[in-house]
């Protein structure tokens, strides 16, 4: 039975801050008496409700709070337009050309689901320790989940506001101010859930010992412990499993990694969990990916939302030998069918392209799925607006419909294909970086080759109806990495073309300490496509990082005076 992110008892009992304006209004109150919940049924129905804050719609957020984080790690990782129109999900506007403002409604979504999440967690931890009637095995798994998930939700605040206030369960005063570096709790939080977590767990949804691993040396990446993660990774690597036993591998399909019926699957090394068609209306669904799907008669009837930038599309460009461009994929476009009606022909791109390309973007009449060839402008609201593609990772199968699908919402957009929250092939070049860095360039091109190989299993090319390849689909293994420098250009531009549209792409260029540089250049180019984007630019030394939202700071007054600062440039 795998862990579902319902409203049930479980949740109820859970204590939280969700009916407030901000985390930082009082201490919560609590729905039961703690003797209902300090026993084994109650602090494992508060842990669910921990869980449950994992897609961002659970609690007080909606797809502002997404954990998917399409606008954050991707939409600012240019990666994907907002798509759709200018006038839907205005918010959003300001956010994707690095104007943003404090009271943009967006950020304050964003911070209320993950405190409540860290509240939640420290509910678990709080109740824990007074429970009785609970083994000591599972007291120090509950304690590592809880722990997992308080680690989890103060990392996306970190990568979010980099100034966040870290909160345990031994606080009372929770007017916490940002003026401390919080890695050292965030690094703490995951290696308690390393070293006291079980390596299989009942339930495939649950955090286990190599999630957190995983996790712990995705920590030490982001502060440049290149060591620390090259010796967590290698143990993750060679050792670890999923929650249910099963081996760490890459899936020999890179699409299964995105589709409801093979989801769980090796790859997977911590998902956010959805069902559909369950009793509860799609609450329990992919609720914060809705958005984006196809236009009109599309997938999903709806809304246009998060369609891929002509720059993502331009990186899957190869050479003759199936080699990224790694410095001049930009300096041409893939052919499409931009300001072209559906019902005229367009061009096609002849020249060689990575095949997950599109099993990552949805292109002008090469096959969308099982829904047939993808619509051109008849599936985009406003082609001049958001471009001539259509995202493709999150959206179900027409097979998969009214089974893996829920009607039963406002739209058929509900779907449970998880949301995977960290893929082994993100662990595999996370350990490339960290190899590379400390100068291991054999062992680097290795695991960057591992991916690679994968994502050449012709088995796995888009396929027209005959058979036969959708486009011309190259894709070779590099011979070597001669220099540091080289070896990470090419691991940096792999975990793009790996992960894109997923979420991580704006966090990886702030961590690696080339944000300004290479969105500024993306802008001066997509530009000169995208009228809405003309006088946009990152500025260095505040765009890394997002305003605290004005209404936590508002609220965080001690004395009259916030005990929030708000974000340099803000």
């Not at 842990?47 to 449950?52: D, H, K, N, P």
């Not at 709070?65 to 337009?81: E, F, H, K, P, R």
């Not at 956010?272 to 799907?293: C, I, K, P, R, T």
């Not at 992960?499 to 961590?511: K, N, P, S």
Request: some cysteine; charged content about 20%; aromatic content about 12%.
């Amino acid at each position: 039975m795998k862990i579902k992110v319902f409203l049930t008892m479980a949740l109820l009992v859970s204590i939280s801050y969700a009916c407030k304006e901000s985390f930082l209004d009082q201490p919560p109150i609590g729905t039961f008496s703690a003797n209902v919940l300090q026993n084994q049924a109650g602090v494992e129905g508060m842990l669910i409700g921990a869980y449950s804050l994992l897609d961002g719609q659970g609690g007080p957020g909606g797809w502002e709070a997404s954990g998917t984080n399409w606008v954050y790690g991707s939409i600012c990782g240019n990666d994907a337009y907002k798509g759709t129109d200018a006038g839907d999900q205005a918010d959003i506007n300001s956010i994707e050309r690095f104007e943003p403002l404090p009271n943009n409604g967006y950020f304050l979504g964003k911070w209320r689901v993950v405190y409540d999440g860290v509240a939640r967690s420290n509910d678990v931890l709080k109740f824990l320790a007074a429970a009785t009637g609970i083994s000591d095995a599972d007291k120090r798994r509950i304690a590592g989940e809880a722990r997992f998930l308080r680690g989890h939700y103060h990392f996306e605040a970190k990568k979010m506001w980099n100034n966040a206030p870290y909160i345990d369960e031994t606080v009372t005063d929770f007017l916490v101010p940002n003026d401390k570096d919080i890695w050292a709790n965030i690094e703490a939080d995951f290696k308690f859930a390393f070293d006291n977590l079980p390596g299989t767990q009942a339930q495939i949804g649950r955090a286990n010992k190599w999630a957190a691993g995983a996790f712990l040396g995705k920590v030490f990446m982001f502060q440049k412990k290149f060591n620390d993660a090259k010796g967590i990774f290698d143990q993750v690597i060679a050792q670890g499993t999923t929650a249910n036993g099963t081996k760490y591998t890459l899936l020999p399909l890179f699409h299964d990694n995105f589709r409801a019926r093979t989801k769980n699957g090796a790859e997977a090394v911590f998902s956010v969990q959805y069902s559909v068609n369950d009793g509860a209306n799609g609450g329990n669904a992919g609720a914060g990916e809705v958005l984006n799907y196809p236009y009109n008669n599309g997938p999903g009837g709806c809304c246009g939302f998060f369609q891929p930038t002509q720059n993502l599309v331009n990186a899957y460009q190869v050479d003759a030998n199936g080699l990224p461009l790694l410095e001049t994929f930009n300096n041409s476009d893939v052919a499409n069918d931009q300001g072209i009606p559906s019902n005229q022909p367009a061009p096609r791109h002849t020249g060689p392209l990575d095949p997950r390309l599109d099993w990552t973007v949805g292109r002008r009449d090469i096959p969308y799925l099982d829904w047939g060839v993808h619509g051109g402008q008849n599936w985009i609201r406003d082609q001049a607006y958001g471009g001539p593609y259509s995202p493709k990772k999150h959206v179900y199968y027409r097979s998969e419909e009214g089974t893996l699908s829920d009607a039963t919402g406002w739209t058929r957009g509900y779907s449970a294909n998880n949301y995977v929250l960290m893929r082994f092939s993100d662990v595999i070049l996370m350990a490339a970086e960290a190899e590379a860095e400390v100068g291991s360039l054999a062992r680097a091109l290795e695991l960057v080759n591992q991916v690679r190989t994968r994502a050449a299993n012709p088995a796995g090319f888009v396929k027209n109806p005959d058979g036969s390849n959708a486009a011309n689909y190259r894709i070779g293994n590099y011979p070597s990495f001669p220099s540091k420098e080289f070896a990470l250009r090419a691991i940096r531009f792999e975990r793009r073309l790996e992960l894109a549209m997923e979420g991580h792409r704006f966090f990886d260029l702030v961590r690696w300490g080339i944000a300004a540089q290479n969105i500024n250049d993306y802008l001066t180019v997509e530009q000169t496509k995208r009228q809405y984007l003309r006088g946009a630019r990152f500025t260095a030394g505040r765009n890394e990082y997002f305003p605290i939202p004005e209404q936590a700071i508002i609220r965080s007054q001690k004395g009259g005076t916030p005990t929030l600062k708000q974000n340099p440039g803000y």
